[in-house]
């Protein structure tokens, strides 16, 4: 492996070149291949450097985006069959969201009793800082008002995993980080339409309890499915005995609606009832997927450390899309989009560390909400896009802002690593010093 990435990295110098030849003689035969390949070989090689290797799957966004870019039309149909097909679009973010599952237990819920102050200050700055500052930016730049909308979305999303990883890499609160990023998880159905509402009602429609049943199917069923796994692995006899009794009648449901139960229960039923019926579905596929899931973990027990890179490969796969998708529309507003990117990411990390200290919060508690704050969910926002079929326009923000928030957050981690680790030297020297004399 290490050598296929020395290799890479040689390759990428080529490709580089070829790229800088197109480019002069303006030759896209050359360049636009040669960008593809820079971007590729590029994002295996960083892995030969240790400094560097943190950044790799930012790298492979890039990639996405330099594809999706360059060969849009690779990226929209593949045959007869729609990459942008919504319930391929629903299935592969429900994976996403299963792979952040799998990397949350329910021990996380544990740390509210001692943490509660933490989180409810994380809640606070989560819900209203990126929001309301996504309205401002959308005021600023007058984007279209789908796109505005995309904006405001990826602002009212919660945080995701990628906060988790930089909390830890900054060595601050991780137990905070975890079960804030757990509750704002458990909020975003509710507070995620509440602010589209709120912010972007005049910019698109928007159906407060058809969003809401949304982000419950592609946010908490796989998450849920994820958690029931993390139950089996310690349940007790009779915890075993409930689970699959539930399973039991989740499989009846599921049988009779697949024999036409449905039809009936759409003229029985209330139609302003039905998507909670449709739910159960859900729940019901949820309880069976979990169960599946943790059986197979017992054949092969490493599954667990993969489905993290499945995420990512969902996510890559929204931002080719995507970007595919909104081609034009980037070309036209993409360096505004990235340019608000910074702004609003810049205003999280500002806000939520200064407002957590305004609260009494410790330096590392801080870092942590600003962490959290700053890195939104961008998963979440292109799977709610992609429902809405608007991926080429709403979903837009959040293929450019993610990059982004993952370079900087990245950056920032670092550089708190860097400074606590010189407050942990500083406050060992004294006791050196006295052990010494």
């Known amino acids: 492996m290490e050598t296929i990435r020395k290799i890479s990295v040689g390759l990428a110098g080529l490709c580089l070149l070829l790229l800088l030849f197109g480019i002069i003689t303006g030759q896209a035969i050359f360049w636009q291949p040669a960008a593809v390949g820079l971007a590729v070989f590029t994002a295996i090689g960083l892995?030969?450097?240790?400094?560097?290797?943190?950044?790799?799957?930012?790298?492979?966004?890039?990639?996405?985006?330099?594809?999706?870019?360059?060969?849009?039309?690779?990226?929209?149909?593949?045959?007869?069959?729609?990459?942008?097909?919504?319930?391929l679009i629903m299935i592969v973010v429900q994976l996403v969201m299963f792979g952040m599952g799998i990397q949350m237990s329910l021990r996380d819920f544990s740390g509210l009793a001692s943490t509660w102050r933490g989180v409810l200050v994380g809640l606070l700055s989560q819900f209203s800082i990126m929001p309301i500052m996504g309205f401002i930016l959308i005021k600023i730049f007058q984007f279209e008002p789908e796109i505005a909308a995309g904006v405001i979305l990826i602002g009212s999303c919660s945080s995701g995993l990628a906060s988790n990883v930089m909390v830890y890499i900054a060595r601050a609160n991780l137990v905070l980080s975890v079960t804030l990023t757990a509750i704002a998880t458990l909020v975003a159905p509710f507070m995620t339409p509440l602010l589209m509402k709120l912010l972007a009602g005049t910019l698109i429609e928007i159906r407060f309890v058809d969003m809401m049943m949304e982000i419950i199917k592609i946010v908490l069923v796989p998450i849920g499915a994820a958690l029931l796994h993390d139950y089996l692995k310690k349940a007790s006899a009779q915890g075993w005995r409930n689970v699959l009794f539930i399973a039991s009648i989740s499989m009846l449901w599921l049988v009779a609606l697949a024999l036409g139960s449905w039809q009936v229960l759409q003229q029985l039923v209330p139609s302003a009832l039905l998507p909670s019926v449709e739910m159960l579905g859900f729940f019901a596929g949820a309880v069976l997927a979990g169960i599946a899931y943790h059986g197979i973990t017992r054949w092969f027990p490493r599954l667990d450390s993969y489905m993290p890179y499945f995420s990512m490969f969902g996510i890559i796969y929204f931002t080719t899309v995507t970007t595919a998708a909104g081609r034009d529309n980037l070309l036209q507003v993409g360096f505004l989009l990235f340019v608000a990117a910074v702004i609003h990411n810049a205003a999280g990390y500002f806000f939520g560390y200064w407002l957590s200290r305004a609260f009494g919060m410790d330096r590392n508690s801080a870092r942590t909400v600003a962490l959290e704050v700053g890195l939104q969910n961008g998963g979440m926002a292109s799977g709610l896009a992609g429902t809405m079929g608007k991926l080429g326009t709403v979903g837009l923000a959040s293929a450019v802002f993610s990059p982004w928030m993952n370079i900087s957050g990245s950056i920032l981690a670092n550089y708190w690593r860097r400074k606590q680790l010189q407050l942990d030297e500083k406050k060992q020297e004294p006791v050196q010093e006295k052990a010494a004399a």
């Open 47 to 87: 892995a030969a450097f240790p400094a560097l290797k943190g950044y790799q799957y930012t790298a492979w966004i890039v990639t996405a985006v330099v594809a999706g870019m360059i060969y849009p039309s690779a990226f929209l149909r593949w045959g007869e069959f729609d990459l942008r097909n919504k319930w």
